[in-house]
C-alpha cells in the first residue's frame, strides 16, 4: 500500500473531521502510520465542511493539503450540487455517499466514472443511534468498499475513540451502526 | 505511550508528562485546544498542576515569570496576536533570567483577519532574549517541549524559551505520537532548582534599579553569555534525549541528505516534511538536492551554516515571514553568517506560505528549477506563488 489520501465531506456538527481521525486511528492500529486533518479554517455548525485522512505503511513526511484524493466520502447528500465533492478524484478513484435514492440517478448527478457507492446512512444511523449522524456508518461503509481497515480493528479503534466522551449505550450503539453499513453498502 | 494527537494535543500532554507546576494561559486560534486539554487532563484528575486562567496574554506571561522565580516549572502557550500582546513581558522573562517554556502557534498577524500559518508572529520577538524552536511534527513538538526544559532550567543557561509550530499544519493535524514513560521523563529533567528565586526565608530583590555606572550592562552582558552556553547545551540535550527515549532531532541544524548536495533548501516548520519528499524525489531521479532544518532560529546556527557552506554551490533560503523593507529573516541572517568564509555558495530568498497559502510539492520544485536562473541578479527575495497584483 502506497499513500492513500481521503476527503471527508460534511457539514459542521456532523462529526466529519472524528470520520476522519477514526479511520486513521484503526489504521494505525494494523501498524501503518496515518494523518487526520480538517479543512484550515473557521468550524460553523451546518457550514460545508471538509476533513482529511492520510494513510500509508511508510512514515508520513508530508504537511501540504490532500489535492488528488484517492478516496472520497460525503456524509450529507444536500451538497451534492452544491460543492464539487469529486474535485481532484482520477476515474480509478473512489466515491461514498449517504443517499437514500437508486445508485444510477446518483451515478447521474455525479457524472463520475470511476466507482460510485451509495449508503442510506442516515436512515441507518436513525435506526440504531437514534439521531441522523451518519459518520460511523459511512465510514464502516467504508471498511468494507476499501479493505484498507479489518473490521474488528475499526471496532477496536470505535470503542476507545468514544469510551471516554459517550454513554456506554451511545457506543454500542454507534458500534451496531458501523456492522449494519458495513454488511449493507452496495455499489 | 502511542497516542494520536494533534500538535496542540502533544503541547498539552508534554506540559503534563514535565510536570509544569504553573500554567497561565490566556486562549487564542489556532492555540484554544492546548488550553482546552490542560483543563481536560486536570479535570480528569490526570494533571496536578495549577493553571490560571488570565484576563490577556500579557498578564499570562507576568504571570508565568513570577511563578518561574519562585522556584516553580512554568509553561503556557499562545498565538500571534496574543504572542505580541506579550511582547513587553517577553523582555522581563529574560531579563528575570526565567526559564519560562511556551508554546506558540505560528499564525498571521491582521490585518487583514488571517488564523493561519505564518511565522511573522515569533521571528518579530527575535530580540527578546528568548531561545526560539522550530518544530516539523507532531511528536516533535512532544519531545521538544520536554528537552527545553532540560536546556532552559540548567544554571549556566536560565533563560525562557519559546516552542512554535505551524497553524492547523502541525496544531490542529493529528499524527501517532509517542509519549515517554513519566518515570523516565522525571529522571531525564529532574527537579527545577534555581540558584535564587524568591523566598520569604532567604529574601532576595528582583528587577529592581541598576544605574548606568552599575550592572545594567553587565546583566546584558550575562544574557549574551547564557545564550553562548545554551548553544552546547540544545547540541547536548537533544544527544542525550536521542538516547534515552530513542528520538532526536539534529541539534542546531538538522540536515537531510546535505553531504553531496549542490543546491541545498533552507527552511523551518511544517513544510519541512514536504521538503523531504520533495528532496527524496529529485535524488530518485539523480539531482543533488538536499535540506537544512532550521530547528533553533536562537541561538542562530551560524558556525553549522558555514561549516555547511563550505560543502554547497547553492542555497535556496525559505521564509514564511517578511521584514518589510528588507528581507525574510532567516535569508538576512544566513547571509551575515556566511560573510567573510571563502567561495562562499550562492544564496537565495524565497518568501513563501504567507498567511497560510499552501506550500506545496509544485511550489518547491519551481525554487528548485529557479534557483539556477540566471536572470536573478545579486540576493533579492523572490515571492513565490504571488497571485497578480
New interface residues.
Partial sequence: MGLIEIRWHGRGGQGVVTASELFAEASMLEGNYIQAFPEFGPERMGAPIKAFTRISEAPITIHSHVYTPDIVVVLDPTLLGQVNVTEGLSDDGIILVNYSKDLESLKKILKFKGKVYALDATKLALEKIGRPVANTSCAGALVKITGLVGIDNFLAATVEKFKEKLPEKAVLANKEAIMAAYNGVEQ | M?M?LSGNEAAAYASMIARAEVIPAYPITPQTKIVEKIADLIADGKFNTQFIKMESEHSAMAAAISASLVGARTFTATSSQGLLLMHEMLHWASGSRTPVVMVNINRAIAPPWN??ADQSDSIAQRDTGWIQFYCESCQEVMDTTIQLYKICEDNDVLLPAMLSE?????S?????VDMPDQDAVDTFLGKFDPPYKLDVENPHSFGSLSMPHQWYMEFRYKIALAMEEARKKIVEVDREYGKIFGRSYGGMLDLYRCDDADIVLVAAG??S??I??VVDELRENGAKVGFARLRVFRPFPAEEFRSLAAKVGTICVLDRSFCFGYEGAFFTEIKAALYGIDNPPLVRGYVIGIG?R????NSLINIINDSNNPEIKGPVDTWVDLKRC
Avoid: I, N, Q
Fill in positions: 502511542k494520536v488564523v493561519w505551524d497553524a492547523f499544519y502541525l490542529h493535524t493529528s499524527e501517532p511544517s513544510m516534511s514536504t523531504r519528499v497560510g499552501d506550500v506545496t510539492r
